[in-house]
């Protein structure tokens, strides 16, 4: 595997007593990756990361692993009269100044921003506080970033830095295309706007057609290098020259996008205006957004590009190069492609829905469509002579918990429900039932139920009755809770895999006697799972806190490898998981031993109680020596997952969820179900 950067890492920074910064980079992460709350749509997938905790905890910044950093600093009052984080500040101006593709980009929440620190403050803020509104500085916010990013991607000097050179190379265009009966008039306001009212002039240059005028040879060749911004009036799509400015922009496999102002309607709509990004205008038409929604789709079409050669190159991937597609494939964009029998059509992520699948092979049926994240499990496949849908019959147990010390690496819960709705799409894309332990839900905020029943009804390969593709294991008395309702409506895509009680006799005592109690039944339920699952994927995890006999994460991971069941581990989240892999490294984590878990008296009282009744009834006590000691015996070649020692590793440090998917189908492939 070659040792190759990713295209882009985004850092998102906040002082912890800074109650809005949260609140901010949540956003910019559903912006700038994904909106784990809407996985049917599509995200950019730049990784954004977050760093905000007292200093002698903060992970430090990896400004080595991607080949464009982007560093965001909210900065409040309680920054500015926090000394440490003066020089923290100050560390990050600094590796900026060095490195060439490394920006930093401040922003004021309050004037008293300005006296952070000497080494930045001469640098451009962003000024929050000019703006009252919430939603007015969080689309500010996302405007500027989308610029600089859109600068930083296409090689151009920061915005800062061309004040006083205003002519500036455009990297693209904005093709303008408008009918000039009816859109005119939006098109030049827009153009008026953006050369006088934004930062932009020295970004794009503005193009208009005026009615009537030949299509040309200078025209194609200038929407060859254009991102294209239709205004889709009543008139638009009877004009023959609108019509062909569209379909030289999917000839070209350029980014479109259409801002909707129709008013009495079309007589017949343009059937090859679909599959792009498509804004309603308000009235009065909202300029920003539309051109914020452009840059967006500009830095999309940018990025896309250089992940998916990244990934390419990285995989040692054999795919021709004139099949990969900036936006998702349709019959159109198919038709400009030629000799495509026997090679794989590659478009961004997320995976296209079985019903277009169809649609598209009605063209040719030997075509195959992947994301990158798909390809190296497709080629793998075909190289081992396995059939795609042979995953079919293949449950896989997901171990997904949340951890104490997840903003200790950079990430918060947002992060972990990103890894876990994209994992779930891939496996099930790919035929896979998936098994999940405990409360389905996840987070009240966070409805994991409802996500997987909306993937298993888009990527249902059976294309008939929509089988049951989630198995919940629930131990009791915890099953005991589910509401009749709910059940009932997941019936068609979801099991509940109630495990009944050990000591069906127990009817209630002690405390410490319904934690024990509790500890045996979440480990029978653990037992059971694993006994009906053929894989193990696992990440994150408590390291205290937990009700069983181990941590839960611990646990599985035990008895899936002592049973010889293939397992992933991702540990760049830390938790229980990044122990786990510390271990099968040769190592003995201080958190693994019983000297730090009987630190906890409560869980010393269970631990006390347990090993006093194994004794009595002759089972197996809680030993934490020889789960380690079977750990560094194992070893990472022992985790039998189908990938490297190399691979595993970097699946254990990966926090890239593309890049973890691509890991896992890979490991998939190469394993013997």
Not at 322 to 331: A, D, N, R, T, V
């Amino acid at each position: 595997m070659n040792e190759l950067k990713t295209p882009l890492n985004i850092y998102v920074i906040w002082h912890p007593k800074f109650e809005g910064g949260y609140d901010y980079a949540k956003q910019l992460y559903a912006d700038f990756t994904r909106d784990v709350s809407e996985p049917l749509s599509r995200g950019l997938g730049i990784p954004v990361y977050f760093k905000s905790k007292e200093m002698n905890n903060i992970s430090d910044i990896d400004y080595t692993s991607s080949n464009n950093t982007l560093i965001i600093i909210f900065v409040d009052s309680h920054m500015v009269v926090d000394i440490e984080w003066h020089s923290y500040i100050s560390t990050i101006s600094s590796q900026c100044e060095i490195l060439d593709k490394c920006i930093l980009l401040p922003v004021a929440i309050n004037r008293a921003a300005f006296n952070i620190s000497e080494k930045i403050e001469k640098i451009n803020f962003i000024r929050l506080y000019e703006l009252k509104k919430y939603e007015q500085k969080r689309s500010y916010l996302t405007f500027r970033i989308a610029h600089e990013l859109c600068r930083l991607l296409y090689g151009l000097e920061r915005t800062s830095k061309v004040i006083d050179n205003p002519v500036s190379p455009a990297p693209v265009n904005l093709f303008i295309s408008h009918a000039k009966e009816d859109g005119v008039e939006i098109a030049k306001a827009l153009n008026d706007h953006i050369q006088g009212d934004t930062p932009l002039k020295t970004f794009f240059d503005a193009n208009d057609i005026s009615a009537g005028y030949d299509f040309s040879s200078e025209i194609e060749a200038n929407i060859e290098n254009s991102v294209l911004l239709v205004i889709h009036s009543d008139k638009y799509s009877s004009r023959e020259w609108c019509r062909r400015e569209i379909i030289l922009a999917k000839k070209y496999n350029r980014p479109i996008i259409v801002v909707n102002t129709l008013d009495s309607g079309e007589d017949r709509s343009f059937p090859y205006m679909s599959n792009v990004k498509t804004i309603r205008a308000s009235n009065p038409i909202n300029r920003e957004r539309l051109i914020t929604e452009t840059l967006i789709e500009t830095l999309r079409f940018k990025y896309q590009e250089l992940f998916i050669n990244y990934l390419v190159s990285k995989f040692n991937i054999d795919v021709n190069r004139e099949f990969i597609l900036s936006y998702p494939p349709e019959l159109l964009s198919l038709i400009f492609l030629k000799d495509m029998n026997n090679d794989i059509i590659v478009y961004p992520e997320p995976p296209l829905s079985e019903e277009e699948i169809d649609i598209l092979q009605r063209l040719n049926e030997n075509m195959k469509f992947a994301t990158p994240s798909l390809l190296p499990y497709l080629s793998l496949m075909k190289a081992n002579e396995k059939s795609e849908d042979s995953l079919s019959g293949c449950r896989a147990g997901i171990t997904i918990s949340e951890n104490e010390d997840i903003t200790k690496y950079g990430f918060e819960y947002v992060h972990l429900q990103d890894f876990m709705v994209e994992i779930a799409r891939y496996l099930l894309v790919c035929g896979v039932s998936l098994a999940y332990g405990g409360d389905i839900h996840y987070h009240h905020q966070f409805n994991f139920v409802k996500i997987l029943t909306d993937l298993v009804k888009t990527h249902n390969k059976e294309h008939k009755e929509i089988p049951q593709k989630i198995f919940n294991y629930i131990s009791y008395p915890y099953y005991l809770n589910i509401d009749v309702n709910e059940k009932a409506e997941l019936i068609k895509v979801a099991s509940f895999r109630e495990v009944p009680p050990i000591n069906k006799e127990f009817k209630g005592g002690t405390e410490i006697e319904e934690k024990y109690n509790i500890a045996l039944n979440l480990s029978n339920m653990r037992k059971v799972m694993n006994d009906e699952i053929d894989v193990r994927i696992i990440l994150g995890g408590k390291v205290q806190g937990y009700k069983g006999k181990y941590p839960g994460v611990l646990e599985e991971a035990y008895l899936a490898l002592k049973s010889n069941k293939p397992v992933f581990l991702l540990g760049a989240f830390g938790g229980m998981t990044n122990l786990i892999t510390q271990c099968l490294k040769g190592n003995t984590p201080d958190e693994i031993t019983e000297e730090f878990q009987l630190s906890n008296e409560e869980y010393l009282e269970l631990y006390n109680y347990y090993n006093d009744q194994a004794t009595k009834e002759g089972n197996n006590k809680i030993t934490y020596s020889e789960i380690v000691n079977f750990l560094q015996k194992v070893g990472i070649a022992g985790l039998n997952n189908g990938l490297s020692i190399e691979e595993n590793e970097l699946l254990f440090n990966t926090s890239n969820v593309i890049e973890a998917v691509t890991l896992i189908l890979k490991g998939f492939s190469n394993i013997k179900f």
